[in-house]
């Protein structure tokens, strides 16, 4: 087990380091002169633009900067936006937000999802089943920018009950809107695997032999039936965890969350390298430990895997 | 003769900014604290180094510079007693006794001419050197110094331009020309992260937080032409209008200066009687680049004239913009002193179908079109497609020519092409003034060299005119030179005027006396709230 984590620690560098040197490479590649840009319809005396370029290494070639980053990054110095901010200061103003959206809108998605794919999957073909059949593909085929305005606009503008935007502290109370917007796609998603899963393994021979052995209802359910089927649900919620954490983009717009999509994005419209990079960078970093810790946990929850030396 | 239009003109402004502050209710709440949408600024708050819209409403709102500009775009003495010239060239600068910045420094001649020193040198690349260019001993490829600045005492100085310009004072309430405390040289990254000023506001403590907002308090020591009635303005920081709105609707937002596209249709009924559509100082316009077959020459103008005239301007600006843009009429703005309607050669603008037909036809003469695509190029990350794709159709329908937009994704992918000549057609073009003045929409786009004349338009007529005006001996003089020097445009029309954008603004019922300003910034100072 130990060693097995520790070989997947180690795979971590060489993508690391493939994933930094990719991007870094798009965003150079991305078309036109982002300090030009810049200054929109102004532009400045071209003495300026030549300096700043300088200042940010954008005129030296693509394999400098890209060493100059790296170089950098060991010494702890990610860089600067170009507002002369420090990378490093944006991340940790933008992470945690993002951590916090990310976790609540998890835990609800698990939450709910579970009970109600549990549920509608017991009493398949009853009404209960049919409704969240129904509902789950009204909320996977609204998009998320749907959900977002018009919950904002009955719960913040109409009702009042939340805040319209979040604050820039984002406390977890203020989030929790947005965290609904974020989870309600995958909350359908996550209600149709475990449905299946669990209608799956109600007809499997484990639930049988448990049955037959004289175990309550209740406990055939908990232990052998959804254990069983949360394999899949796990897996997906390890993968979504990723998405979650940088897909947010839609979501922190409607409610101007200062969050790791949003910073992405601008970033990468401004051509800032070592933004994008930076942060591509940490996002990989939790791609490959949410993937871990699924792979740990299949080992958890299903007995006939189990990781050998 | 000596210059004294713009002495009266501040005289009268002063009077009428003091009415309207006389006008506050007196329930109102000195102490309030007044919330507006902004941007996070794009570079540290060091004035000669802002030139966007995020950062320039702090740095007008936390600095006092030698004029400021009334909602109309009159020019008004702040921290100048007088600003004197005989001859538009040796200017003279009295400052008004007992200004401080917020650090108990004197503002001194010291304060205005180091902080413009320090903004026109090379090396410090400052956005806004050129706003100095005109200074003697400026220059674009060297390290120099502006010998053109003089100090005479703490509270005189003088300015030597390189040309004589009638209409200088104008400038001087852009950020660019903002003073700077002492302090601010001992280290001017810190400054600019927690800058000291002199204006109405100032940076409360710890009250910038990045990506967040900014507070702004009342300078309880400011006693200027623009005194707060509130207690300050935070600015909340959005990376969507449409969160604004939201927040705005929400009751969590008191003024938002910009209405996004989505709610054109609904702000007046979401707001009766609180919101606001007015011209703002952009121009917004396509240029037909020189170095393109069939643009250049006699053949090039007639086509340009044909295809301005083959744009139904109304239509497009009614049903696409909800009335928020205003059909052009020059190449300046509404909210500019000099701004004309009834320029020679303005039909141009007009939507004439049949004239269109005929003087394009008269091109095809010279040298036929054939099936060449008409194409429109725009960035498509900047909410563009609809009035692009409506114009383009407008020509297509009246020309019977095939007129396409041509999307770039960013921003800097499209400013790339334009910069290096690799256009296939028209390119969007859209200016917004730095100050009020009929020339800061002419010399920066129109003068060849000039930093945002990237589609070759070079007229030595027209460049004349100009210079004509810039030396003019009073502003009355210079305003008819830069209309004269406007239909030089409207005949060769480098660019093909669409409309004014509009400012839309939306107030909440909590706050009153809101008025826009020439620059579509309100005046926050004089908002009242309680």
Same mark, same amino acid.
């Given at each position: 087990m130990?060693?097995?984590?520790g070989?997947r620690f180690?795979q971590?560098i060489?993508?690391?380091?493939?994933?930094?040197?990719?991007?870094?490479?798009?965003?150079?590649?991305?078309?036109?002169?982002?300090?030009?840009?810049?200054?929109?319809?102004?532009?400045?005396?071209p003495?300026v633009i030549e300096?700043?370029?300088?200042?940010?290494?954008l005129?030296?070639?693509?394999?400098?900067?890209?060493?100059?980053?790296?170089g950098?990054l060991?010494?702890?110095?990610?860089?600067?936006t170009?507002?002369?901010?420090?990378?490093?200061?944006v991340?940790?103003?933008?992470?945690?937000i993002?951590?916090?959206?990310?976790?609540?809108?998890?835990?609800?998605?698990?939450?709910f999802?579970?009970?109600?794919?549990l549920?509608?999957?017991?009493?398949?073909?009853?009404?209960?089943?049919?409704?969240?059949?129904?509902?789950s593909?009204l909320?996977?085929?609204?998009?998320?920018?749907?959900?977002?305005?018009?919950?904002?606009?009955v719960?913040?503008?109409?009702l009042?009950?939340?805040?319209?935007?979040?604050?820039?502290?984002?406390?977890?109370?203020e989030?929790?809107?947005?965290?609904?917007?974020?989870?309600?796609v995958?909350?359908a998603?996550?209600?149709r695997?475990?449905?299946?899963s669990v209608?799956?393994?109600l007809?499997?021979?484990?639930?049988?032999?448990a049955?037959a052995?004289?175990?309550s209802?209740?406990r055939?359910?908990t232990?052998?039936?959804?254990?069983n089927?949360?394999?899949?649900?796990?897996t997906y919620?390890g993968?979504d965890?990723?998405?979650?954490?940088?897909?947010?983009?839609?979501?922190?717009?409607i409610?101007n969350?200062?969050?790791?999509?949003?910073t992405?994005?601008?970033?990468?419209r401004?051509?800032?390298?070592?933004?994008?990079?930076?942060?591509v960078?940490?996002?990989?970093?939790?791609?490959?430990?949410?993937?871990?810790?699924?792979d740990?946990?299949?080992a958890?929850?299903?007995?006939?895997?189990?990781?050998?030396? | 003769?000596?210059?004294?239009?713009?002495?009266l003109l501040?005289?009268?402004?002063?009077?009428?900014?003091g009415?309207?502050?006389?006008?506050?209710?007196?329930?109102?709440?000195?102490?309030?604290?007044?919330?507006?949408?902004?941007?996070e600024?794009?570079q540290?708050?060091?004035?000669?180094?802002?030139?966007?819209?995020?950062?320039g409403?702090?740095?007008?709102?936390?600095?006092?510079g030698l004029?400021?500009?009334?909602?109309?775009?009159?020019?008004?003495?702040?921290?100048?007693?007088?600003?004197?010239?005989?001859d538009?060239?040796?200017?003279?600068?009295?400052?008004?006794?007992?200004?401080?910045?917020t650090?108990?420094?004197?503002?001194?001649?010291?304060s205005?001419?180091?902080?413009?020193?320090?903004g026109?040198?090379?090396?410090?690349a400052?956005?806004?050197?050129?706003?100095?260019?005109?200074?003697?001993?400026?220059?674009?490829?060297?390290?120099?110094? @502006?010998? +053109?600045?003089?100090?005479v005492? #703490?509270?005189?100085?003088?300015?030597?331009?390189?040309n004589? *310009?009638? &209409? %200088? /004072?104008?400038?001087?309430?852009?950020?660019?020309?903002?003073?700077?405390?002492?302090?601010?040289?001992?280290d001017l990254d810190?400054?600019?992260e927690?800058?000291?000023?002199?204006?109405?506001y100032m940076?409360?403590?710890?009250?910038?937080q990045?990506?967040?907002?900014?507070?702004l308090?009342?300078?309880?020591?400011?006693?200027?032409?623009?005194?707060?009635?509130?207690?300050?303005?935070?600015i909340?920081?959005?990376?969507s209008?449409?969160?604004?709105?939201a927040?705005? @609707?929400g +009751?969590?937002?008191?003024?938002? #200066?910009?209405v996004?596209?989505?709610?054109?249709?609904?702000? *007046?009924s &979401? %707001? /009766?009687?609180?919101s606001?559509n007015?011209?703002?100082a952009?121009?917004?316009a396509f240029?037909m680049?020189?170095?393109?077959?069939?643009w250049?020459?006699?053949?090039?103008k007639?086509?340009?004239?044909?295809?301005?005239?083959?744009i139904?301007?109304?239509?497009?600006?009614d049903?696409?913009?909800?009335?928020t843009?205003?059909?052009?009429t020059?190449?300046?703005?509404?909210?500019?002193?000099?701004h004309?309607d009834?320029?020679?050669?303005?039909?141009?603008?007009?939507?004439?179908?049949?004239?269109?037909?005929?003087?394009w036809?008269?091109?095809?003469?010279?040298?036929?079109?054939?099936?060449?695509? %008409?194409?429109?190029?725009y960035?498509?990350?900047?909410g563009h497609?609809?009035?692009?794709d409506?114009v383009?159709n407008?020509?297509s329908?009246?020309?019977d020519?095939?007129?396409?937009?041509?999307?770039?994704?960013?921003?800097a992918?499209?400013?790339?092409?334009?910069?290096?000549n690799?256009?296939?057609?028209?390119?969007?073009?859209?200016w917004?003034?730095?100050?009020?003045?009929?020339?800061?929409?002419?010399?920066?786009?129109?003068?060849?060299?000039?930093?945002s004349?990237?589609?070759?338009?070079?007229?030595?007529?027209?460049e004349?005119i100009?210079?004509?005006g810039?030396?003019?001996?009073?502003?009355e003089?210079?305003?008819?030179k830069?209309q004269?020097a406007?239909?030089?445009?409207?005949?060769?029309?480098?660019?093909?005027?669409?409309?004014?954008?509009?400012?839309?603004g939306v107030?909440?019922?909590?706050?009153?006396?809101?008025?826009f300003?020439?620059?579509?910034?309100p005046?926050?100072?004089?908002?009242?709230k309680?």
């Amino acid at each position: 087990m130990l060693w097995y984590a520790g070989k997947r620690f180690l795979q971590m560098i060489p993508v690391f380091f493939g994933a930094t040197f990719l991007i870094y490479f798009m965003v150079f590649a991305v078309p036109g002169d982002p300090i030009a840009a810049l200054y929109g319809d102004h532009p400045p005396a071209p003495g300026v633009i030549e300096a700043v370029r300088a200042e940010y290494n954008l005129d030296k070639p693509f394999i400098v900067q890209y060493l100059l980053y790296i170089g950098g990054l060991f010494q702890g110095d990610l860089g600067t936006t170009f507002s002369g901010r420090p990378v490093i200061d944006v991340m940790a103003q933008a992470f945690p937000i993002t951590a916090r959206l990310a976790l609540l809108a998890l835990a609800i998605e698990a939450f709910f999802g579970i009970i109600v794919g549990l549920v509608a999957g017991l009493r398949k073909g009853k009404l209960f089943d049919a409704s969240a059949l129904v509902i789950s593909l009204l909320l996977i085929s609204v998009p998320t920018f749907v959900v977002g305005f018009v919950l904002q606009y009955v719960f913040g503008i109409q009702l009042g009950w939340a805040r319209t935007t979040v604050s820039g502290a984002a406390p977890w109370g203020e989030l929790i809107l947005p965290a609904i917007v974020l989870a309600s796609v995958s909350f359908a998603y996550i209600v149709r695997l475990t449905r299946a899963s669990v209608a799956d393994n109600l007809g499997a021979d484990f639930v049988r032999t448990a049955t037959a052995k004289g175990l309550s209802r209740r406990r055939v359910v908990t232990v052998h039936v959804l254990r069983n089927s949360l394999v899949p649900v796990v897996t997906y919620l390890g993968v979504d965890i990723g998405s979650l954490m940088v897909g947010a983009i839609v979501t922190e717009g409607i409610f101007n969350i200062n969050g790791v999509g949003g910073t992405v994005y601008r970033a990468i419209r401004l051509g800032e390298g070592p933004t994008v990079v930076s942060f591509v960078a940490v996002m990989v970093i939790i791609f490959v430990l949410a993937n871990l810790l699924v792979d740990l946990l299949y080992a958890a929850l299903d007995p006939r895997i189990r990781y050998a030396k | 003769m000596g210059i004294s239009a713009i002495a009266l003109l501040s005289a009268s402004a002063l009077a009428l900014a003091g009415c309207s502050a006389s006008e506050a209710p007196a329930e109102s709440d000195t102490a309030a604290i007044i919330t507006t949408n902004g941007s996070e600024p794009q570079q540290s708050l060091i004035p000669t180094n802002t030139t966007e819209t995020g950062g320039g409403k702090i740095v007008t709102s936390i600095f006092a510079g030698l004029v400021s500009y009334t909602a109309d775009g009159d020019v008004v003495n702040e921290v100048a007693q007088s600003i004197e010239s005989e001859d538009g060239q040796v200017w003279n600068v009295t400052l008004n006794d007992g200004w401080t910045f917020t650090n108990g420094e004197a503002v001194t001649s010291d304060s205005f001419v180091k902080a413009w020193q320090y903004g026109a040198l090379l090396s410090n690349a400052q956005s806004s050197s050129y706003f100095f260019d005109n200074i003697e001993g400026f220059s674009y490829d060297e390290e120099s110094e @502006l010998t +053109g600045l003089d100090v005479v005492s #703490d509270t005189e100085f003088t300015v030597t331009l390189i040309n004589p *310009e009638a &209409d %200088f /004072p104008l400038r001087l309430g852009y950020s660019a020309f903002m003073p700077l405390p002492e302090s601010a040289w001992e280290d001017l990254d810190a400054f600019g992260e927690n800058p000291v000023g002199n204006g109405p506001y100032m940076v409360a403590e710890d009250g910038w937080q990045h990506d967040v907002q900014i507070d702004l308090v009342t300078n309880p020591d400011y006693d200027g032409v623009r005194k707060a009635v509130n207690g300050g303005v935070s600015i909340i920081f959005y990376t969507s209008q449409d969160a604004a709105y939201a927040d705005a @609707l929400g +009751g969590n937002l008191d003024i938002l #200066d910009a209405v996004p596209d989505s709610a054109f249709a609904t702000y *007046e009924s &979401d %707001f /009766p009687g609180r919101s606001v559509n007015q011209p703002a100082a952009i121009f917004q316009a396509f240029n037909m680049p020189y170095y393109l077959e069939h643009w250049s020459g006699e053949e090039g103008k007639l086509r340009r004239a044909a295809i301005s005239m083959s744009i139904d301007r109304a239509e497009i600006t009614d049903v696409i913009f909800q009335g928020t843009r205003t059909p052009a009429t020059d190449f300046t703005s509404p909210v500019i002193a000099g701004h004309s309607d009834n320029l020679a050669g303005a039909e141009v603008l007009d939507f004439n179908p049949d004239e269109a037909v005929k003087l394009w036809a008269e091109a095809d003469a010279i040298a036929p079109y054939g099936d060449t695509v %008409f194409d429109l190029a725009y960035n498509a990350d900047g909410g563009h497609q609809a009035w692009v794709d409506a114009v383009a159709n407008s020509i297509s329908n009246t020309l019977d020519i095939e007129a396409v937009g041509k999307a770039y994704p960013t921003f800097a992918d499209a400013l790339n092409d334009r910069d290096a000549n690799a256009l296939t057609g028209g390119t969007r073009a859209g200016w917004q003034a730095d100050y009020p003045s009929l020339y800061n929409f002419l010399g920066p786009l129109y003068v060849d060299g000039a930093g945002s004349n990237k589609e070759g338009y070079s007229s030595p007529e027209f460049e004349k005119i100009l210079a004509e005006g810039a030396s003019a001996s009073s502003v009355e003089e210079a305003t008819a030179k830069y209309q004269e020097a406007q239909e030089v445009l409207l005949v060769d029309l480098p660019s093909i005027p669409l409309w004014y954008s509009n400012v839309t603004g939306v107030y909440s019922d909590t706050v009153d006396n809101v008025v826009f300003g020439w620059d579509s910034v309100p005046l926050y100072n004089e908002v009242t709230k309680g």
